[in-house]
């Protein structure tokens, strides 16, 4: 089967790209191991969409299809240092409606997948799993592990942390393991969230609240791996007040909603995220400390900058030429290292027993929310991705 593109994993980075190209001429391919589903209840993957990645998803005609009433916009957040130190931003303040939307990972997933089943230039090729990879001079062949063939100009690895694109066309990742993971649960709280966002940088990790629709709360609390294991050991009932006791009661009584879960956390670089014929979009291209929550983000982003190039292209023009390749690489050469930078020194700075450090960065955060400037750049690069 020919095209001329090939997508290697349907998540949320390269489903997107395969929608923001529906108006183009490109054929598509996108090959997934399995297709999204909604589950009961809450979904235990909960991310902070920017309002960047709103606005991408509304590009593609996919945020007003999303169940409202599920999302929570973050009109307020606060951060609380190790020894009283404290960092505010308000939407208010800063001239936004919100600063972030609260939202299921599959709530989004699946709306994409929904946008993608309608679209006449891409082609569904899932159940499936790729098992061989050849780059040639003139075009890419993938072969899949029930024997098809799909030959195209160029191939995305969009296939998530561990991806095979990556590690068959040779591209090196360091990755640093945190010797942390995150822990992610949903609450039903007592009192109303009022849409603001907490995190403390604790001793034992850095933990974040989110707020979500109605009284309830989603919490990833990056921590070292044997508090993760004694926290996921905990009977539902002491790990809520674990979990109350941590957050300083901001939320009053919690209850456990669903499953908790814990994420591996490492930093991973590439050296590079195009060769020939060969682009990396999203966890593929580059993983960071979640303290940040902007991980889907920055897959969004690659994924609306890799279809800009190629949507750009005239029909004569060669997609997998390494020049063209290279025009998204140049675009997407500074945000995810300054993220990846900014979110490994933070979490390293404050987990460090240190009390000269502890005072330092305690000041530098009161600092920092005495001096509006750099507060508004912040909040500016939450919102745009970029100061
Ligand atoms: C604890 C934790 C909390 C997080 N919180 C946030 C947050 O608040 N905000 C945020 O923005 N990000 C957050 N992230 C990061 C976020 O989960 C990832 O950045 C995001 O899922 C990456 O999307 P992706 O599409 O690149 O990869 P993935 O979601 O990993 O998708 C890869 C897809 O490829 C498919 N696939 C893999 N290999 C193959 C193959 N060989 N063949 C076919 N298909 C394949 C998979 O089935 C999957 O569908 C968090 C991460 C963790 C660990």
Redesign the pocket.
């Known amino acids: 089967m020919k095209f001329d593109l090939i997508i290697?994993?349907?998540?949320?980075?390269?489903?997107a790209l395969a929608v923001a190209l529906r108006r183009s001429a490109l054929r598509i391919a996108l090959?997934?191991?399995?297709a999204?589903r909604r589950p009961n209840g809450w979904d235990a993957?909960?991310?902070?969409?920017s309002p960047a990645?709103a606005r991408f998803l509304d590009d593609l005609g996919v945020w007003s299809h999303l169940e409202h009433e599920r999302l929570c916009p973050v009109t307020e957040m606060r951060i609380h240092g190790d020894a009283g130190g404290e960092l505010m931003f308000s939407a208010y303040d800063s001239g936004l409606s919100e600063l972030a939307w609260i939202g299921e990972?599959s709530l989004v997933h699946v709306e994409i997948w929904e946008s993608l089943k309608r679209q006449h230039n891409v082609t569904l090729i899932c159940p499936?799993?790729?098992a061989a990879l050849e780059i040639g001079s003139d075009s890419a062949m993938l072969r899949l592990g029930d024997g098809r063939t799909l030959e195209a100009a160029v191939v995305v690895g969009?296939?998530?942390?561990?991806?095979?694109?990556r590690e068959r066309t040779g591209i090196s990742a360091t990755v640093t393991s945190y010797g942390e993971?995150?822990v992610?649960a949903n609450f039903a709280c007592e009192r109303p969230n009022r849409g603001i966002a907490s995190q403390w940088f604790r001793d034992d990790g850095v933990l974040?609240w989110?707020p979500l629709p109605g009284n309830a709360m989603s919490m990833?609390w990056?921590t070292p791996d044997v508090l993760a294991e004694e926290l996921l050991a905990l009977e539902p009932e002491a790990f809520c007040a674990r979990v109350e006791e941590a957050g300083d009661r901001a939320l009053g009584k919690l209850e456990l909603v669903g499953e908790r879960a814990?994420?591996?956390?490492r930093l991973m670089r590439v050296d590079e995220i195009v060769r020939p014929r060969v682009a990396l979009?999203?966890?593929?291209a580059h993983?960071?400390h979640?303290l940040s929550?902007?991980?889907?983000?920055?897959?969004f982003q690659d994924a609306r900058a890799l279809a800009e190039v190629l949507a750009a292209l005239p029909s004569w023009r060669d997609a997998g030429d390494l020049t063209v390749l290279r025009r998204y690489a140049r675009m997407r050469a500074e945000e995810p290292f300054l993220l990846q930078y900014t979110t490994h020194v933070l979490s390293r700075l404050f987990g460090r027993r240190d009390p000269v450090l502890s005072t330092l960065r305690n000041l530098g955060m009161n600092l920092t929310g005495r001096l509006p400037v750099v507060k508004d750049a912040l909040v500016r690069y939450a919102a745009n991705g970029r100061f």
Do not use: M, Q
């Open positions: 290697v994993g349907g998540g949320l980075a390269g489903a090959v997934e191991h399995a999204p993957r909960i991310y902070a969409y990645s990972s499936a799993t790729p969009a296939d998530g942390r561990d991806s095979w694109v993971r995150g992610v974040a989110l990833v990056s814990a994420f591996p956390l979009i999203g966890d593929a993983a960071i979640p929550g902007h991980g889907i983000n920055l897959g």
